[in-house]
């Protein structure tokens, strides 16, 4: 399994306020750092983002803040983000007051046992 943690801090862009060019600034962010930090990984693959930050998000959130970093994911992959030779999982932890992340763990789809998290 290829770990790293993303130094990116993730909101809800479904219920962002603010202008346009602010959530453009923070997505085009968090892409680039996915895209240039994440680890490769042969395919078929599977690819758990886990949100590291104080507060927590419910499900459709969580997947509207880590869509800029699954993009990432997939551009440093070389694939579309919907091939279907990616799973994608979705997790979040608590961290300490003023930090966050995100960590991405990639494991061949061969080393997945079911039952097991990436």
């Excluded at 395919?43 to 990432?72: E, F, Q, W, Y």
Aim: proline share 7%; hydrophobic share 35%.
């Amino acid at each position: 399994m290829k770990a790293v943690v993303l130094p990116v801090k993730t909101i809800s862009e479904m219920n962002a306020r603010g202008h346009w060019s602010a959530k453009a600034r923070r997505a085009k962010a968090q892409r680039w750092a996915a895209r240039a930090l994440c680890p490769t990984s042969k395919l078929p693959c599977v690819v758990r983002m886990t949100r590291l930050s104080p507060g927590s998000l419910d499900d459709d959130n969580l997947r509207s803040a880590l869509k800029a970093t699954r993009d990432g994911i997939a551009d440093r992959l070389g694939v579309d983000d919907r091939d279907p030779r990616v799973r994608w999982e979705y997790g979040q932890e608590p961290c300490r007051r003023g930090e966050f992340g995100v960590r991405i763990e990639i494991k061949p789809q061969g080393e997945y046992q079911p039952g097991e998290t990436a």
